[in-house]
């Protein structure tokens, strides 16, 4: 599955058990195996930007992406395509990561894995039909960790007790201080040691970086 997923770009980046997905309504009857599916780095980037949806003008190309790429492989798994957009409402992709044990909550409030640090992201899921033997969790690493992530945020906008200050994020952006998390993608996420060797594109988090303000 690992090999097919990385042959579309793709890698499964935590799952649920069949135990774990009896639990859970919200999934599709029959589900035995939950495997949420993060973009390969450094790969995706350029795989993406070579595909119709990015070159044909029209919105969400990412999505379209996704939508096609994941519902393709489901139809031939006999599976069913889950994905974190098209809401609401909207798919809880956050806490199925949380449940997988591969995945944690960090001290600036994202989710945190061991390869992608605090890049973590999804694409989409496939919700299976049968089990998929999935790997034990993993402590978060978070533990031990200096946190550089706490202070890297050049206006505070993360892990204070309001939670994360949007406003605050969104003026920062837009000002001349702010090109460095608008080009490359947010400081406090790059400051994370978990996702050093992540090999995200720094044009990867600056699109995404431009769909978070809405200058698209």
Not at 189 to 204: K, N
């Amino acid at each position: 599955m690992e090999r097919a997923a990385q042959a579309r770009h793709l890698t499964i980046t935590a799952g649920l058990s069949a135990r774990a997905c009896a639990a859970r309504a919200e999934l599709p009857p029959g589900t035995r195996s939950l495997l949420l599916l993060s973009p390969h780095e450094p790969a995706f980037w350029p795989a993406f930007t070579a595909s119709p949806e990015w070159a044909d003008g029209a919105p969400d190309p990412m999505d379209r992406w996704s939508t096609r790429v994941i519902g393709a492989w489901a139809d031939a798994l006999g599976a069913t395509p889950l994905y974190p957009f098209g809401g609401p409402p909207f798919a809880p992709f956050l806490a199925w990561a949380l449940a997988s044990g591969q995945v944690h909550s960090s001290p600036v409030g994202m989710l945190v894995h061991r390869g992608m640090g605090l890049l973590a992201s999804f694409r989409g899921a496939l919700a299976l039909p049968w089990a998929v033997d999935l790997p034990a969790p993993l402590p978060s690493p978070c533990e031990g960790c200096a946190a550089p992530c706490r202070t890297a945020c050049p206006v505070g906008a993360l892990g204070g007790p309001a939670g994360y200050d949007v406003p605050a994020c969104k003026t920062h952006l837009r000002g001349p201080q702010g090109a460095p998390c608008l080009t490359a993608g947010c400081l406090a996420r790059r400051a994370c040691p978990a996702g050093a060797a992540h090999g995200r594109i720094a044009a990867h988090s600056a699109y995404h970086m431009r769909q978070f303000l809405g200058d698209t």
